[in-house]
């Protein structure tokens, strides 16, 4: 059985710092991604990493903030937090060494989600 359990979700004051982790189990995975959803938006991408050669992707909103990383668990080192990053984040992972990696639909498994916010 496949499983994607988040942990490390919070509340932090803007500027802030937290790490989000994602435990996956159940099969092999090649891509593990961070997606993020705001109350009233879209799910957005947010970080993806390549699980056997370490590459990784950010969206631009993140780039130089977040850092996606691997050992057992995939992380997602959040610093310099703002306001406009509180959503709830998803872990999300995939078999397939193909696409993009940056849509949802790219994911055939996902976690059930920890909320981040932010205060200003």
């Known amino acids: 059985q496949v499983r994607l359990v988040e942990s490390g979700g919070g509340l932090v004051q803007a500027g802030g710092s937290l790490r989000l982790s994602c435990a996956a189990s159940?099969?092999?995975?090649?891509?593990v991604g961070w997606f993020r959803q705001a109350p009233g938006k879209e799910r957005e991408f947010v970080a993806a990493i390549n699980w056997r050669g370490g590459s990784t992707d950010y969206a631009d909103s993140v780039k130089g903030r977040f850092t996606i990383s691997r050992v057992n668990v995939v992380y997602l080192q959040m610093n310099s937090l703002k306001p406009e990053d509180t959503a709830v984040y998803y872990c999300?992972?995939?078999?397939?060494?193909?696409?993009?990696?940056?849509?949802?639909?790219?994911?055939?498994?996902w976690g059930q989600g920890t909320q981040v916010t932010v205060s200003s």
């Open positions: 999300a992972a995939d078999p397939s060494r193909w696409g993009s990696r940056r849509s949802e639909y790219e994911y055939a498994y």
């Open positions: 159940g099969r092999t995975f090649a891509f």
